[in-house]
C-alpha cells in the first residue's frame, strides 16, 4: 500500500512570493491534516479536512495561507505572500477513521525556505 | 499550559540496552488517546504505539511498549533492545475527544542516540 505523497521535498523562496504544496493521502482515507513543523518543534495542526469539507482550519494563518482539498482525495496548501517565519517542514497526514485508534499517517514534508 | 510536555531534549543509549523516553499530558477531557511518533533525518513522522485513555492495559507493540500511569498523566515510551536504527527524534502527541477535530497536540520531541 502506498504512502502518503508529497511533493515538493524541498523549496527554497523569497519573502513575499507564492508557494504550493501537495499532498496525495493513502487511498480511501477520508481524513487529511497539514502540519507545520518549525525547527526544533513538534508539528502544528494548520487544517484538517474531512472528505472535501474543512473540520478544523482554527490555526490557519488566512491572511496567507489557504488550503483546498476539491475532489475530497489529493489536496494542496498555499502561502501567498511568504514571509520569513514561514520556513518550517510542511507534513500532510492523513488518516481512516474506523476506530477510537485513528492513527495519522504522514508524508515526509516539505522543506520550505523563506529568505 | 502545555498540553504534553517532553523535558529530556536528547539521551544517548548503548546498543541492545532498554531506554525509556519520558512525557506528561495535561488534559480535563475524560476521553483522549495517546500517541509516539519517530522522526528520523529524511523527515517523515512514523507512527509507533498507540494508547487510549479508557484502556485498561499499557500499550505494547514489539520492541516498543507504554507505561501509561494516568493518575500522574504521564505517558513514557520504552524501547526495548536498542538498535542503531532507532537513532531519530521521537515526539509524543495526544488527540483530546472522541469527535469533530482530531488534531494531534505534539510535544517538543527529543533526541534519541543508539551508540554501537
Known amino acids: 500500500e502506498a504512502g502518503v505523497a508529497q511533493s515538493p521535498r524541498y523549496k527554497i523562496i523569497e519573502k513575499r512570493q507564492s508557494v504550493a504544496f501537495w499532498c496525495n493521502p493513502i487511498?480511501?482515507?477520508?481524513?487529511l491534516y497539514w502540519y507545520q513543523q518549525i525547527l526544533g518543534q513538534g508539528p502544528k495542526l494548520l487544517i484538517q479536512?474531512?472528505?472535501?469539507?474543512?473540520?478544523?482550519d482554527s490555526q490557519l494563518p488566512k491572511d496567507r495561507f489557504s488550503a483546498e482539498r476539491l475532489k475530497g482525495v489529493d489536496s494542496t496548501l498555499k502561502i501567498q505572500p511568504a514571509k520569513l517565519e514561514d520556513s518550517a517542514v510542511y507534513l500532510c497526514?492523513?488518516?481512516?477513521?474506523?476506530?477510537?485508534?485513528?492513527?495519522?499517517?504522514f508524508g515526509a514534508g516539505t522543506r520550505l525556505s523563506v529568505l | 499550559a502545555q498540553k504534553i510536555t517532553q523535558t529530556q531534549p536528547g539521551m544517548f543509549v548503548q546498543e541492545k540496552e532498554a531506554v525509556t523516553l519520558d512525557c506528561t499530558y495535561d488534559t480535563s477531557d475524560p476521553s483522549y488517546g495517546l500517541f509516539w511518533y519517530k522522526q528520523p533525518s529524511s523527515g517523515e513522522m512514523i507512527f509507533l504505539i498507540y494508547?487510549?485513555?479508557?484502556?485498561?492495559q499499557n500499550a505494547t507493540e514489539g520492541r516498543y511498549s507504554l507505561n501509561f500511569q494516568k493518575a500522574r498523566k504521564s505517558a513514557n515510551l520504552v524501547i526495548s533492545a536498542s538498535q542503531l536504527g532507532d537513532s531519530a527524534m521521537y515526539f509524543c502527541a495526544m488527540r483530546e475527544g472522541d469527535g469533530g477535530s482530531e488534531k494531534l497536540v505534539f510535544g517538543k520531541g527529543m533526541k534519541l542516540t543508539v551508540n554501537p
Open positions: 479536512f474531512q472528505n472535501n469539507g474543512v473540520v478544523d
Open positions: 497526514a492523513s488518516s481512516l477513521r474506523i476506530s477510537a485508534k485513528n492513527i495519522q499517517y
Open positions: 494508547q487510549g485513555s479508557y484502556d485498561q
Open positions: 487511498s480511501g482515507h477520508a481524513t
